[in-house]
Each structure stands twice: as C-alpha cells, then as structure tokens.
C-alpha cells in the first residue's frame, strides 16, 4: 500500500510537470483518487477536448450518441499504454437542481482489436497504478482508487440528510465499501460487456477494453449544483 501511495504520487508530479512544460492549463491531480491521464472526473465535453488536445476531425460522427441524460463521443487511432484502438467518452447528468444542460465525464473506455497484446496493457496499468487484483473469476483485472464515495457525501448529500436521513444512512454505507473510481482490464466477447456504449456501428463486441470509471460522478455534481428535492 505505501508503495502505491508513492508511485500515485510520483505519477501525479511527473503528469503535473509535463502539462506546464507544454504549456497547457495545469489539471488538478488527486494521488487518491484514479483518473484517465490529464483529465478529472466532472470535466465538460469541451474542456476534455482541450486537456486532450483532441482533433475534432478524429470524432467518429458515428460514435456520437446523446439522451436527456448521457452524451458520448468516440476518437478513432486513438494511442494509450502502447497500443492503439478507439477511445469513448462518456458524460452524465444527474439531473441537479441548477445545471440541467450541465454533462460531466463519468467514463473513459479504449476498444483495443483482439490483436493488441493485453499482457502489454496489464504491464502498463500495474505500472501506471500499483497491481490490479482479478475478478469475475480471473476474467477482469481491476484497480480500485484509495479514496472511498463516503469521503464526499457529508457535503454532497447535506438535503438529503435532512430530508430523507435513513436513505442518506444507506447511501453513506454504499459510499463506506464503494471507491471513488475504478480501471478495468478485460477481452469483451467474455461477457458482452459495453454493447449499450458500442464505439462505432457495427461493432461487434470483440476486442480488448481498458475502462476508467467514476463512481461518485452524482456526488461531485451534488455537491457543486446541488441535488433534485423530492415534491
């Protein structure tokens, strides 16, 4: 565990300095708390694009998906730990009381072809974020973060509190066992799994995915623009 600490540490330092060298707006870094490189969870559409230096001619018109509450974007030859696929970005919207139009980034995925070299990819993620541990029966690898969902609920959920306290007690022992953001590392066709986020038409499910996800993207929109009070 300290050596993790040290490593997420060292990471969020080398990240740091390499957005100042190259003369971009410097993205706040939290060693607790994993995130898709240069980005934080919350971030717009448009101040991914920008973090990323993504060129919107690589946005796959197709990849685009959009409902009251989710938006996506795909960015094909898209290169990440060594190998290149397609990149997906999600954003949500939790329905807060004063940002209805607002949509923060809540998951990150790289469709990898079946012929990227998923030993390679598992070496760069333990790199990048400590030893994975596997799941499912050995099919998935996963990296938790070291912060927990409870750390941000007294601030997040403060009506609910008031409101509702025997759902907030719920809610908070969810957030005591749930981390703030989680890697995973699995072959797709093992379960099917991100059909309802398929990165182009016609995709088939096959491949090799590296998923970073947020599990307190409700929380940090919360806490920001405050939640939804019951009639």
């Known amino acids: 565990m300290l050596w993790k600490k040290i490593t997420s540490v060292l990471i969020a330092a080398i990240l740091t300095l390499l957005l100042a060298a190259c003369g971009e707006k410097e993205v706040p870094v939290d ?10 969870w919350n971030m717009t559409q448009e101040d991914v694009v920008k973090a990323l230096d993504i060129d919107e001619k690589g946005i796959l018109p197709n990849g685009k998906k959009s409902s009251p509450q989710q938006q996506v974007f795909c960015v094909e030859n898209w290169e990440f730990l060594g190998e290149k696929g397609t990149a997906l970005f999600e954003f949500y919207n939790f329905g807060t009381d004063r940002a209805e139009d607002y949509f923060g980034l809540r998951r990150v995925v790289v469709f990898y072809p079946e012929s990227a070299d998923i030993d390679s ?111």
């Open 121 to 231: 990819l598992e070496k760069e993620l333990n790199a990048m974020l400590g030893e994975g541990k596997p799941v499912r029966d050995g099919k998935w690898l996963i990296w938790e973060s070291e912060k927990m969902c409870a750390e941000y609920m007294e601030e997040a959920l403060a009506e609910m509190k008031v409101w509702n306290p025997d759902r907030y007690e719920e809610k908070l022992k969810w957030g005591e066992a749930t981390c703030v953001s989680h890697v995973t590392l699995h072959y797709n066709a093992e379960d099917g799994a991100y059909m309802n986020l398929a990165p182009y038409e016609g995709w088939d499910g096959t491949g090799i995915t590296v998923s970073f996800y947020s599990n307190h993207l409700d929380l940090l929109q919360y806490a920001e623009f405050g939640m939804n009070l019951p009639e």
């Open 31 to 40: 060693p607790g708390v994993i995130t898709y490189p240069g980005l934080t």
